[in-house]
């Protein structure tokens, strides 16, 4: 049984061209080995993509075109960059992408990945977990939590950020097994993360959008949230009454 504070972890994080796993590429990728005392050695690279950096991503991580134009491509990085992640257990916000973006370029690479078959710890998960954030972007959870941020959304400054927001957010458990044991089951979220009701608790949702929501392609969490909610009211009196959240006023 691995006591957290005992454990090494690897936070990583990438930035990309876009959002698109398809057609976008890595442009940074970060990761930084570390126990809950110290950080252990940290690795932190540009690279060159082959396709163009959309708008979207410059405006978010600032990397331009000719900062990354004499950098390696992927597939000289991945290599050391995987090497260097080793076994220990990931820890990432929203941390599936990253690692679907690692996965497809070793594959175009055709570079010996794993990762995706790991196990892993997502903070945008213990995030919701804990609750009492109504916004789990990273910026905003390290604001809640008291963590300095840098102002410049790059992927080291993130890895940084986020490992302190990992301390704060399993500050509840022992054990590795047993943060691992609470993500394998869905988590009850208190707050719709996007749409036009981003930031209202679910009690607050209209019916109807709760119906449209729940059938849509979300994440388990989401699903499991909306389905939860959509019960409760059917539970509670009837969906006719559930419908308007003032109703018991």
Not at 40 to 56: G, N, R, W
Not at 156 to 175: G, P, S, Y
Not at 189 to 197: A, E, I, N, S, W
């Amino acid at each position: 049984m691995t006591l957290l504070n005992k454990a090494t972890f690897i936070c990583l994080d990438c930035e990309f061209t876009g959002l698109d796993l398809e057609n976008d590429r890595l442009i940074e990728v970060a990761a930084i080995r570390f126990t809950f005392s110290e950080l252990l050695a940290e690795f932190d690279e540009l690279v060159k993509p082959d396709c163009k950096i959309s708008a979207e991503a410059l405006a978010i991580h600032h990397i331009s075109a000719e900062m990354v134009a004499d950098k390696p491509p992927i597939e000289a990085l991945l290599p050391d960059f995987l090497k260097f992640i080793g076994r220990d257990m990931i820890v990432g916000h929203a941390v599936g992408s990253d690692l679907e973006m690692i996965t497809r370029a070793a594959e175009r690479a055709k570079i010996p990945c794993t990762l995706k078959a790991r196990p892993y710890i997502d903070t945008l998960r213990l995030a919701r977990l804990y609750g009492d954030s109504p916004n789990n972007s990273l910026g905003k959870l390290a604001a809640h939590f008291n963590v300095p941020a840098d102002p410049a959304h790059r992927a080291l400054n993130d890895v940084k950020m986020n490992i302190q927001v990992f301390k704060h957010l399993v500050a509840r458990f022992k054990t590795v097994a047993q943060v691992m044991e609470i993500l394998s089951k869905p988590i009850q979220m208190k707050f719709m993360p996007l749409g036009k009701h981003k930031g209202r608790p679910f009690s607050e949702i209209p019916l109807q959008y709760l119906q449209w929501a729940a059938h849509m392609d979300f994440d388990q969490d989401l699903l499991y949230s909306l389905r939860l909610e959509l019960k409760k009211r059917k539970k509670g009196g009837g969906f006719k009454d559930a419908a308007n959240p003032f109703s018991a006023l």
